[in-house]
């Protein structure tokens, strides 16, 4: 159901065009076809009991979807084939506050552990592909904060070769300098979707952040329309100077989702979005 199509039992029924399902709509008898009238009280009375039950079924699955168990409930003697699978627990929210501490715009100041691998990991892929990156000194000021110090130097410099190239930026459809033509706006941006430790220690750890990315010009004008992708990306992260560092990273294709059939929206309601809501800072 889309927002704003709630159900309305006294109309007939109706025809989602844009899904191409009917919707079912019912519509209640006028008198009682037990054979008398309707009694508020009694129908009050079922309809509690009614809602109590389905809270303590929505409550009971909620606790049995999130418990942890130990590892030797959940395999059998002979092993079993789900015994490999990551608990709900791993994949679900941490509920671990975000860091306090910034430097510029990007977080810092992580945990150190492997959730603040994992958080340090997620907003340091949001910077290193942002739009900033694409502008030389803000360029420098991301590479210096999210590289570690040793391996940020030549990062910098093969950085600053590949995005100074006059045919890379030209192929985006960006000026020299990394800036969008008149009345275009450049939008990159990505949005962690999950994280998972590969492998940890107290003084490094392998990360995969997974997630989808927007990257293009919006405006009438553009030729390089914002389309959307999927990526995951390993970084590998050293503890140093008290904070989660990368010295590398290597990126493959997907998983990528089945696609919607969904309109795309015009260039102005994109970079109206663009231009209105800003990004987070993600936490394990």
């Known amino acids: 159901m889309t927002p704003g199509d709630e159900h309305d039992y006294g109309e007939p029924a109706r025809t989602d065009e844009r899904h191409g399902y009917g919707g079912t709509r019912l519509r209640l008898p006028e008198n009682d076809p037990y054979g008398g009238t309707r009694r508020g009280t009694r129908s009050s009375s079922r309809s509690l009991v009614t809602v109590v039950g389905v809270v303590v079924l929505l409550i009971a699955a909620i606790a049995f979807a999130n418990r942890g168990g130990d ?4 395999t059998s003697a002979g ?31 992580y945990a150190h552990n492997a959730q603040g691998a994992q958080s340090a990991a997620a907003n340091y892929a949001v910077a290193l592909g942002s739009a900033d990156m694409f502008i030389t000194d803000r360029r420098h000021q991301i590479v210096d904060t999210v590289y570690a110090p040793d391996v940020a130097a030549a990062r910098q410099s093969a950085l600053d070769t590949a995005y100074s190239s006059e045919t890379f930026l030209s192929n985006i459809g960006l ?9 275009q706006t450049f939008v990159s941006r990505i949005i962690p979707v999950g994280t998972k430790v590969a492998a940890s220690s107290a003084s490094s750890a392998t990360v995969e952040v997974w997630y989808t990315s927007l990257f293009g010009l ?12 999927w990526f995951t990306t390993t970084y590998q992260l050293t503890w140093i100077n008290n904070d989660w560092k990368v010295t590398d990273f290597q990126q493959k294709d997907g998983p990528v989702p089945v696609g919607r059939d969904q309109k795309a929206s015009t260039a102005d309601d994109m970079t109206k979005a663009v231009e209105e809501y800003g990004g987070f800072t993600y936490a394990r």
């Open 71 to 74: 590892d030797s409930s959940s």
């Open 79 to 109: 092993g079993s084939p789900d015994a490999d699978k990551p608990k709900s627990a791993s994949t679900a929210a941490s509920g671990t506050k975000p860091v306090e501490s910034k430097n510029g715009a990007i977080p810092t100041g």
């Open 218 to 229: 919006s405006g009438a004008a553009s030729t390089n329309p914002v389309s959307e992708s």
């Open 175 to 183: 000026a020299k300098d990394g800036t969008a033509p008149d009345g």
